[in-house]
C-alpha cells in the first residue's frame, strides 16, 4: 500500500507528493463522480468525496496529512466488500469513478523509492450502466435512456439500453407521448440533450421522472459522428439493415453508445444490433394512469399487490425481466399480440409439455446478466459456468420440444426461438464444465477454478504449492535409495535455500555412488557436509514460484474460455432471449390453467365485450385469503352496445374494483396474456387512461383538485375512438354544483368528441339525465340490499342508477363515533327535506336547535347525579352510611329520569 510520506512539522503540503499529485491528476477527469482510489486492500477517498460517503454510507471519516494546511478528509472502503458499499452511493444518486492499481507495487518500488504504483480509473458507474448482480433487480430491467430532438420541427428521439442484457432500441416520440414513454421504461438515468431542456414542457417531464439526469452538450448529438459510431460498434457498411432511422434517432443511438462506451472504459458490453420501434406499435399508457392501474408497483411503491407481482410465475430471471416489459408494454397491433396468444395458447394444451418444460428452465441460470459481464471484461468463474449450463439446459429443451407427441406445428414465433435454441454451441460448453471445478469463486483473481486433471502443468504446480513438505520428502526417500544413505535428509534455510545433508562418513559413501556425479557439494561444517542437485534447484525455484504460476495459469485458461464465450455472442444472445421468452409463455399457460383464464380474441375492431371478467389481483388475494370468491361481472362498451358507462353506487360497493379491472383485462389482453374472464372480445385500444385515486403533488405546489383536472385535461386532448377510459368522481375536489358541472361538461366531451370507449363512476346522480340526450350512454350501477339499517354490498353490476350514495351507512362502518353517525343522518334528513336553493343556509339557522344532541359527553354540562357521585369517599363510608346514600341516589336518579337530563 502507498503511504502519504510525513514531513516534519504540521503543515505538509500533500500536493507536493507524488502520490497526492497522481489522485489529483486522476480526480481532475471525474469531477463529478465520487473517486474510489485503490490503495492496497481498501478503496480511499479525499476531500469533498469522503465527506459526501461518509455521510452516505454512515462509515468513519478520518484525517491524513495535510493540504495547503488544512486536514485531508478522508474515508475508505475494503476491496472485497465493494459492491455493498456502491449500492449504497448509486442508491442515493451518486456516481463512482473506481481508480485500480495498474501494476504491482513491488514493480513501483524498481523506479525508485519515491515511486507511486500506476493507477487509472477502469469504470465510471452510474445508476445506468450498472452490470453486477449484487448492485441489480434480477427480475427488473436496468434501462439507460438518451433523449434527443430538433427544436423546429418538435421532433424527438428517445433511444435507450440495458447494458446488463444487450438490449438496445430506439423510439420516435414528441412531447405529447413522452412521459408516457418515459413511465414505460423507467431508467435508471437519462442522458438529455442540453438543448432540448430549453423547452420548459420538456424539462417538466424529464424532472418528473425523478431519476438521474445526466445533461450533455449539444455536440455529443451529431448524427454523422453518431453513424460512423455505430458502423464502426457493430461492423456494417450501412445502418439501413436495422431499419430506417431518422438523424435524431442515429444523434440519439450514438450519443448512448458512446457515452457507454467511455463509462466502461473500453470495456464495451456486447449489445444487440439496434430495433426501431414503431411509433403507434403499443399500447400508450401515460404515468398517473400507469400509477392508478398499479401495474408494477402499488401506490405505495411495494411489488406485492401489482398486476405483475400477481401475473408472474416465471421461473427464470430472465423471464421475469421479460414478463414487466411486456406489462409495461402491451401491444397495440393485433398480429403480434395474436402471435404471443398463439404461443401461450401451445403450452396452455398441454399441461405434461408445459410441466417438462418448466423443470428444466428452472435449472437455468441467468444467461443474458452473465453474457454481458464477459463481454464487458467483468466477468468471472461463476459467469463462465452459469453460460455452460444454460447451454447444456438448452439442448434439453429441444429434446422436449420436439418429442414426437408435443403440440404441432410450433406457432411461427415458437418456430423462431427453436431456431436460436439449436444453435447453441455444446462442444464449448463441455470444455468450460470439463474446466471448471465444482466450488467457484466470484472472481477470477481469487484462483483455485480450474478442476484438478484438466491440466498437468498447472496439477503439478499446485502440488509444488500446497504440498510442499511431501515432495520434498518424497525427493529425499529417491535420493536416499538411489545412493543407499538412509540418514539423507534434505534441509532449507534462508542462506542456501533448499540443500542435502549428511555426516562426513556418509559424504564419502555419497560421493562413491553410481549416481555420485548428480550430487553437487556446496558447504562443509563441523557436524555434516551439504550437497546439492539440478533437480533440487529446478525445484526450489518451481516451489518460490508455484503460487503465482498456478494463478497464471488458471488465469490463461479463463481469458482462452471467456474468449470463446466473447465470438460466440450472438448466438448466445439470441439464445438468452429465446428462453426468456419460453418461459415467459410457459408461465402465462401455467397461471391460466391455474387461475381459469381464457384466451381472448383480440382484432381490429372496435368491440370491447368482456363477459364475467374478474380483478386479477383481487381474486389472487380473495383467493390466499380464503374469504370468499370473487363476483365476476359484464361489461360490453362495444359500439354496437354503448360504449360510455356511466356507473353510478355507493363508496365500498366495488365500483373502483369494477374499473380497474376492466383496464386491467385489456392490459393482459393485449400483452400477450389469457384474462380472468368467460369471454372476452377486444378491438386494439391505442392508449388507454385511467383517473381513479386522489392524490395531491406538494413538490409542484398542486392540489389534488388540480392533479384530477390536469390529468383529466391529458384525457380528453388525447382520447382516440380506439381508446380506454376509465374516470372515477370527476370533479368532486371542488364545490358541489362546479363539481358536477366539470363531470357533466366531462362526459359530453367524451361521448361527442373523444368517442373513447369509456366507465365513467359518480355520486352525481343528475348525471343520469344525460341518458337522454347521449345516445351512446348506458347508466350502471352496483347492487346493494339494505336489511335492518345496514347495508349489504353485492360486488353486481347491474342497468340502471342508484337511488341513492349510502355515505352515512359506510361511515358507519367505518367506525364514525355514534354521535356523528346520529347528527349526519338529521342534517340529511333536512337537506333532503330541502328548503328552496337556500336549504343549506335555513339548515344552519337551525342547527342549534338539535346541536346538543350530538354533544360529546366530556361537553355536556354534569348533572346531579354526576355530581354527587364524585363527592363519595367509598373507603370513609361506614355500612349504614352507604345503604343510605345509596337510597338517596336512586332519587336523585329518578329526578333527573323526570327532567329529561
Given at each position: 500500500?502507498?503511504?502519504?510520506?510525513?514531513?516534519?512539522?504540521?503543515?505538509?503540503?500533500?500536493?507536493?507528493?507524488?502520490?497526492?499529485?497522481?489522485?489529483?491528476?486522476?480526480?481532475?477527469?471525474?469531477?463529478?463522480?465520487?473517486?474510489?482510489?485503490?490503495?492496497?486492500?481498501?478503496?480511499?477517498?479525499?476531500?469533498?468525496?469522503?465527506?459526501?460517503?461518509?455521510?452516505?454510507?454512515?462509515?468513519?471519516?478520518?484525517?491524513?496529512?495535510?493540504?495547503?494546511?488544512?486536514?485531508?478528509?478522508?474515508?475508505?472502503?475494503?476491496?472485497?466488500?465493494?459492491?455493498?458499499?456502491?449500492?449504497?452511493?448509486?442508491?442515493?444518486?451518486?456516481?463512482?469513478?473506481?481508480?485500480?492499481?495498474?501494476?504491482?507495487?513491488?514493480?513501483?518500488?524498481?523506479?525508485?523509492?519515491?515511486?507511486?504504483?500506476?493507477?487509472?480509473?477502469?469504470?465510471?458507474?452510474?445508476?445506468?450502466?450498472?452490470?453486477?448482480?449484487?448492485?441489480?433487480?434480477?427480475?427488473?430491467?436496468?434501462?439507460?435512456?438518451?433523449?434527443?430532438?430538433?427544436?423546429?420541427?418538435?421532433?424527438?428521439?428517445?433511444?435507450?439500453?440495458?447494458?446488463?442484457?444487450?438490449?438496445?432500441?430506439?423510439?420516435?416520440?414528441?412531447?405529447?407521448?413522452?412521459?408516457?414513454?418515459?413511465?414505460?421504461?423507467?431508467?435508471?438515468?437519462?442522458?438529455?440533450?442540453?438543448?432540448?431542456?430549453?423547452?420548459?414542457?420538456?424539462?417538466?417531464?424529464?424532472?418528473?421522472?425523478?431519476?438521474?439526469?445526466?445533461?450533455?452538450?449539444?455536440?455529443?448529438?451529431?448524427?454523422?459522428?453518431?453513424?460512423?459510431?455505430?458502423?464502426?460498434?457493430?461492423?456494417?457498411?450501412?445502418?439501413?439493415?436495422?431499419?430506417?432511422?431518422?438523424?435524431?434517432?442515429?444523434?440519439?443511438?450514438?450519443?448512448?453508445?458512446?457515452?457507454?462506451?467511455?463509462?466502461?472504459?473500453?470495456?464495451?458490453?456486447?449489445?444487440?444490433?439496434?430495433?426501431?420501434?414503431?411509433?403507434?406499435?403499443?399500447?400508450?399508457?401515460?404515468?398517473?394512469?400507469?400509477?392508478?392501474?398499479?401495474?408494477?408497483?402499488?401506490?405505495?411503491?411495494?411489488?406485492?399487490?401489482?398486476?405483475?407481482?400477481?401475473?408472474?410465475?416465471?421461473?427464470?430471471?430472465?423471464?421475469?425481466?421479460?414478463?414487466?416489459?411486456?406489462?409495461?408494454?402491451?401491444?397495440?397491433?393485433?398480429?403480434?399480440?395474436?402471435?404471443?396468444?398463439?404461443?401461450?395458447?401451445?403450452?396452455?394444451?398441454?399441461?405434461?409439455?408445459?410441466?417438462?418444460?418448466?423443470?428444466?428452465?428452472?435449472?437455468?441460470p441467468d444467461l443474458e446478466r452473465a453474457l454481458s459481464r464477459m463481454t464487458s471484461g467483468r466477468g468471472g468463474p461463476r459467469d463462465l459456468a452459469a453460460i455452460a449450463s444454460a447451454i447444456v439446459a438448452i439442448d434439453g429443451l429441444k429434446a422436449v420440444l420436439r418429442k414426437p407427441d408435443a403440440l404441432t406445428p410450433l406457432p411461427q414465433l415458437l418456430a423462431h426461438v427453436m431456431d436460436d435454441l439449436h444453435a447453441a454451441p455444446l462442444e464449448m460448453a463441455a470444455e468450460i464444465r470439463r474446466a471448471l471445478a465444482d466450488e467457484l469463486p466470484l472472481l477470477a483473481r481469487d484462483g483455485g477454478f480450474i478442476a484438478e486433471g484438466y491440466d498437468a502443468q498447472l496439477d503439478e504446480n499446485r502440488k509444488l504449492r500446497d504440498d510442499t513438505r511431501q515432495v520434498i520428502a518424497n525427493l529425499q526417500a529417491n535420493y536416499?535409495?538411489?545412493?543407499?544413505?538412509?540418514?539423507?535428509?534434505?534441509?532449507?534455510?534462508?542462506?542456501?535455500?533448499?540443500?542435502?545433508?549428511?555426516?562426513?562418513?556418509?559424504?564419502?559413501?555419497?560421493?562413491?555412488?553410481?549416481?555420485?556425479?548428480?550430487?553437487?557439494?556446496?558447504?562443509?561444517?563441523?557436524?555434516?557436509?551439504?550437497?546439492?542437485?539440478?533437480?533440487?534447484?529446478?525445484?526450489?525455484?518451481?516451489?518460490?514460484?508455484?503460487?503465482?504460476?498456478?494463478?497464471?495459469?488458471?488465469?490463461?485458461?479463463?481469458?482462452?474460455?471467456?474468449?470463446?464465450?466473447?465470438?460466440?455472442?450472438?448466438?448466445?444472445?439470441?439464445?438468452?432471449?429465446?428462453?426468456?421468452?419460453?418461459?415467459?409463455?410457459?408461465?402465462?399457460?401455467?397461471?391460466?390453467?391455474?387461475?381459469?383464464?381464457?384466451?381472448?380474441?383480440?382484432?381490429?375492431?372496435?368491440?370491447?365485450?368482456?363477459?364475467?371478467?374478474?380483478?386479477?389481483?383481487?381474486?389472487?388475494?380473495?383467493?390466499?385469503?380464503?374469504?370468499?370468491?370473487?363476483?365476476?361481472?359484464?361489461?360490453?362498451?362495444?359500439?354496437?352496445?354503448?360504449?360510455?358507462?356511466?356507473?353510478?353506487?355507493?363508496?365500498?360497493?366495488?365500483?373502483?374494483?369494477?374499473?380497474?379491472?376492466?383496464?386491467?383485462?385489456?392490459?393482459?389482453?393485449?400483452?400477450?396474456?389469457?384474462?380472468?374472464?368467460?369471454?372476452?372480445?377486444?378491438?386494439?385500444?391505442?392508449?388507454?387512461?385511467?383517473?381513479?385515486?386522489?392524490?395531491?403533488?406538494?413538490?409542484?405546489?398542486?392540489?389534488?383538485?388540480?392533479?384530477?383536472?390536469?390529468?383529466?385535461?391529458?384525457?380528453?386532448?388525447?382520447?382516440?375512438?380506439?381508446?380506454?377510459?376509465?374516470?372515477?368522481?370527476?370533479?368532486?375536489?371542488?364545490?358541489?354544483?362546479?363539481?358536477?358541472?366539470?363531470?357533466?361538461?366531462?362526459?359530453?366531451?367524451?361521448?361527442?368528441?373523444?368517442?373513447?370507449?369509456?366507465?365513467?363512476?359518480?355520486?352525481?346522480?343528475?348525471?343520469?339525465?344525460?341518458?337522454?340526450?347521449?345516445?351512446?350512454?348506458?347508466?350502471?350501477?352496483?347492487?346493494?340490499?339494505?336489511?335492518?339499517?345496514?347495508?349489504?354490498?353485492?360486488?353486481?353490476?347491474?342497468?340502471?342508477?342508484?337511488?341513492?350514495?349510502?355515505?352515512?351507512?359506510?361511515?358507519?362502518?367505518?367506525?364514525?363515533?355514534?354521535?356523528?353517525?346520529?347528527?349526519?343522518?338529521?342534517?340529511?334528513?333536512?337537506?333532503?327535506?330541502?328548503?328552496?336553493?337556500?336549504?343549506?343556509?335555513?339548515?344552519?339557522?337551525?342547527?342549534?336547535?338539535?346541536?346538543?344532541?350530538?354533544?360529546?359527553?366530556?361537553?355536556?354540562?354534569?348533572?346531579?347525579?354526576?355530581?354527587?357521585?364524585?363527592?363519595?369517599?367509598?373507603?370513609?363510608?361506614?355500612?349504614?352510611?352507604?345503604?343510605?346514600?345509596?337510597?338517596?341516589?336512586k332519587q336523585l336518579a329518578q329526578k333527573s329520569t323526570r327532567d329529561g337530563a
Amino acid at each position: 500500500m502507498d503511504s502519504i510520506p510525513q514531513t516534519s512539522g504540521s503543515e505538509a503540503d500533500l500536493q507536493s507528493t507524488p502520490m497526492m499529485a497522481q489522485y489529483l491528476e486522476i480526480k481532475r477527469g471525474y469531477p463529478d463522480a465520487l473517486l474510489l482510489y485503490r490503495m492496497g486492500d481498501f478503496y480511499e477517498m479525499f476531500f469533498d468525496d469522503a465527506e459526501k460517503a461518509s455521510a452516505t454510507l454512515g462509515i468513519a471519516l478520518t484525517k491524513r496529512g495535510k493540504h495547503r494546511g488544512v486536514d485531508i478528509p478522508m474515508c475508505g472502503v475494503p476491496v472485497h466488500a465493494l459492491d455493498q458499499y456502491l449500492q449504497k452511493l448509486i442508491r442515493f444518486g451518486h456516481r463512482a469513478a473506481i481508480a485500480e492499481q495498474m501494476e504491482d507495487p513491488a514493480e513501483a518500488k524498481k523506479r525508485g523509492y519515491k515511486s507511486v504504483v500506476a493507477r487509472d480509473v477502469v469504470r465510471l458507474i452510474t445508476p445506468g450502466t450498472l452490470t453486477e448482480d449484487a448492485l441489480l433487480d434480477s427480475s427488473a430491467s436496468n434501462h439507460l435512456a438518451c433523449l434527443t430532438g430538433v427544436k423546429s420541427t418538435g421532433e424527438l428521439a428517445l433511444a435507450y439500453a440495458d447494458i446488463s442484457t444487450g438490449k438496445l432500441a430506439v423510439l420516435p416520440t414528441d412531447s405529447a407521448r413522452l412521459a408516457a414513454d418515459l413511465a414505460r421504461l423507467a431508467p435508471s438515468e437519462i442522458l438529455v440533450n442540453d438543448a432540448v431542456l430549453e423547452s420548459d414542457t420538456i424539462s417538466s417531464i424529464v424532472d418528473g421522472t425523478g431519476t438521474s439526469v445526466t445533461r450533455l452538450p449539444a455536440s455529443r448529438f451529431d448524427s454523422t459522428g453518431a453513424t460512423h459510431i455505430l458502423k464502426a460498434h457493430f461492423a456494417v457498411e450501412s445502418l439501413d439493415v436495422f431499419g430506417d432511422f431518422r438523424k435524431i434517432d442515429l444523434a440519439a443511438l450514438g450519443a448512448l453508445l458512446d457515452y457507454i462506451r467511455i463509462t466502461q472504459v473500453g470495456h464495451m458490453p456486447h449489445l444487440r444490433p439496434p430495433r426501431l420501434e414503431k411509433v403507434g406499435s403499443g399500447l400508450l399508457i401515460d404515468p398517473a394512469s400507469r400509477a392508478n392501474l398499479e401495474l408494477s408497483r402499488t401506490l405505495g411503491g411495494e411489488r406485492r399487490g401489482s398486476l405483475l407481482a400477481c401475473l408472474d410465475e416465471t421461473v427464470t430471471a430472465a423471464g421475469a425481466r421479460l414478463l414487466a416489459e411486456y406489462v409495461s408494454a402491451p401491444l397495440a397491433e393485433a398480429a403480434a399480440i395474436n402471435a404471443r396468444l398463439d404461443a401461450v395458447d401451445h403450452f396452455f394444451g398441454d399441461e405434461t409439455l408445459n410441466a417438462e418444460l418448466r423443470v428444466i428452465l428452472k435449472r437455468i441460470p441467468d444467461l443474458e446478466r452473465a453474457l454481458s459481464r464477459m463481454t464487458s471484461g467483468r466477468g468471472g468463474p461463476r459467469d463462465l459456468a452459469a453460460i455452460a449450463s444454460a447451454i447444456v439446459a438448452i439442448d434439453g429443451l429441444k429434446a422436449v420440444l420436439r418429442k414426437p407427441d408435443a403440440l404441432t406445428p410450433l406457432p411461427q414465433l415458437l418456430a423462431h426461438v427453436m431456431d436460436d435454441l439449436h444453435a447453441a454451441p455444446l462442444e464449448m460448453a463441455a470444455e468450460i464444465r470439463r474446466a471448471l471445478a465444482d466450488e467457484l469463486p466470484l472472481l477470477a483473481r481469487d484462483g483455485g477454478f480450474i478442476a484438478e486433471g484438466y491440466d498437468a502443468q498447472l496439477d503439478e504446480n499446485r502440488k509444488l504449492r500446497d504440498d510442499t513438505r511431501q515432495v520434498i520428502a518424497n525427493l529425499q526417500a529417491n535420493y536416499a535409495e538411489a545412493s543407499d544413505v538412509k540418514a539423507l535428509k534434505i534441509k532449507h534455510n534462508n542462506v542456501l535455500g533448499y540443500f542435502i545433508e549428511v555426516t562426513a562418513q556418509q559424504a564419502e559413501i555419497l560421493r562413491s555412488c553410481a549416481t555420485a556425479s548428480d550430487f553437487i557439494h556446496r558447504q562443509t561444517i563441523a557436524s555434516a557436509v551439504r550437497f546439492t542437485t539440478v533437480a533440487l534447484g529446478d525445484l526450489e525455484q518451481k516451489i518460490a514460484l508455484a503460487g503465482a504460476r498456478v494463478l497464471a495459469l488458471e488465469l490463461d485458461f479463463f481469458n482462452r474460455l471467456a474468449a470463446q464465450v466473447v465470438n460466440e455472442r450472438g448466438l448466445l444472445s439470441q439464445a438468452a432471449a429465446a428462453l426468456a421468452a419460453l418461459d415467459v409463455f410457459s408461465a402465462l399457460a401455467h397461471l391460466a390453467r391455474e387461475s381459469r383464464y381464457v384466451k381472448p380474441i383480440v382484432d381490429a375492431s372496435l368491440s370491447f365485450d368482456i363477459a364475467s371478467g374478474r380483478h386479477p389481483v383481487v381474486e389472487n388475494a380473495l383467493r390466499l385469503s380464503g374469504e370468499r370468491a370473487f363476483s365476476p361481472n359484464d361489461s360490453d362498451l362495444s359500439e354496437d352496445h354503448k360504449r360510455l358507462w356511466l356507473l353510478t353506487g355507493p363508496n365500498m360497493a366495488g365500483k373502483s374494483t369494477y374499473l380497474r379491472q376492466n383496464a386491467l383485462i385489456a392490459i393482459m389482453a393485449q400483452m400477450g396474456s389469457f384474462v380472468p374472464a368467460a369471454s372476452v372480445h377486444i378491438g386494439v385500444l391505442d392508449r388507454l387512461y385511467s383517473r381513479v385515486g386522489a392524490a395531491d403533488d406538494l413538490a409542484r405546489g398542486r392540489s389534488t383538485f388540480m392533479v384530477e383536472m390536469i390529468e383529466t385535461a391529458t384525457i380528453l386532448n388525447q382520447a382516440t375512438s380506439r381508446s380506454l377510459v376509465i374516470l372515477d368522481e370527476i370533479g368532486r375536489g371542488t364545490a358541489t354544483y362546479d363539481g358536477l358541472s366539470i363531470a357533466w361538461a366531462t362526459l359530453e366531451h367524451l361521448h361527442d368528441v373523444n368517442q373513447s370507449r369509456a366507465l365513467f363512476a359518480t355520486h352525481y346522480h343528475e348525471l343520469t339525465s344525460l341518458a337522454a340526450t347521449l345516445k351512446q350512454l348506458h347508466c350502471a350501477t352496483m347492487k346493494v340490499r339494505e336489511w335492518n339499517g345496514d347495508i349489504i354490498f353485492l360486488h353486481e353490476v347491474v342497468p340502471g342508477t342508484a337511488g341513492r350514495s349510502y355515505g352515512i351507512q359506510v361511515a358507519q362502518l367505518a367506525g364514525l363515533p355514534p354521535a356523528v353517525i346520529q347528527r349526519a343522518s338529521e342534517v340529511l334528513k333536512r337537506l333532503e327535506q330541502g328548503k328552496g336553493q337556500n336549504k343549506a343556509q335555513a339548515l344552519a339557522e337551525e342547527l342549534p336547535l338539535f346541536a346538543a344532541s350530538v354533544k360529546p359527553a366530556s361537553q355536556a354540562k354534569p348533572d346531579g347525579l354526576r355530581l354527587e357521585l364524585g363527592k363519595i369517599a367509598p373507603d370513609e363510608l361506614s355500612p349504614r352510611e352507604a345503604l343510605s346514600l345509596l337510597y338517596e341516589l336512586k332519587q336523585l336518579a329518578q329526578k333527573s329520569t323526570r327532567d329529561g337530563a
